[in-house]
Nanobody, 116 residues
Framework: VQLVESGGELTHPGGSLTLSCVAS????????MNWYRRAPGKKREFVAA????????LYADAVKGRFTISRDNKKNMMLLQMDNLQVEDTAVYLC??????????WGQGTQVTVSS
């Protein structure tokens, strides 16, 4: 199983980015998908979740109204549209796939840096 994130880069406050997570080696539509992030010196935190069929969307309060999670099961891909980025959004963003109990996978992450 492989989860590969991309799309992270340096941007300014107020900017937008779209992160992608492409999955291989699993039946993508059987997995709920999540985005997490890990900021320097902080613990990993939940960002957003999406159900197997693109339903059951859930967002952390810190990103609600600014980030949008989506998935394309035909492309084995999950996206995170991030708008109105703030300095505090700076982190490594991680893709997570969750199947049944004990069936969880992580990507290596993509760096998002928001700086003026």
């Amino acid at each position: 199983v492989q989860l590969v994130e991309s799309g992270g880069e340096l941007t300014h406050p107020g900017g937008s980015l779209t992160l992608s997570c492409v999955a291989s080696g699993l039946s993508f539509s059987d997995y709920a998908m999540n985005w997490y992030r890990r900021a320097p010196g902080k613990k990993r935190e939940f960002v957003a979740a999406i159900g197997r069929q693109g339903d059951n969307l859930l967002y952390a309060d810190a990103v609600k109204g600014r980030f949008t999670i989506s998935r394309d099961n035909k492309k084995n891909m999950m996206l995170l549209q991030m708008d109105n980025l703030q300095v505090e959004d700076t982190a490594v963003y991680l893709c997570n796939a969750v199947g049944g109990p004990g069936q969880g996978f992580w990507g290596q992450g993509t760096q998002v840096t928001v700086s003026s």
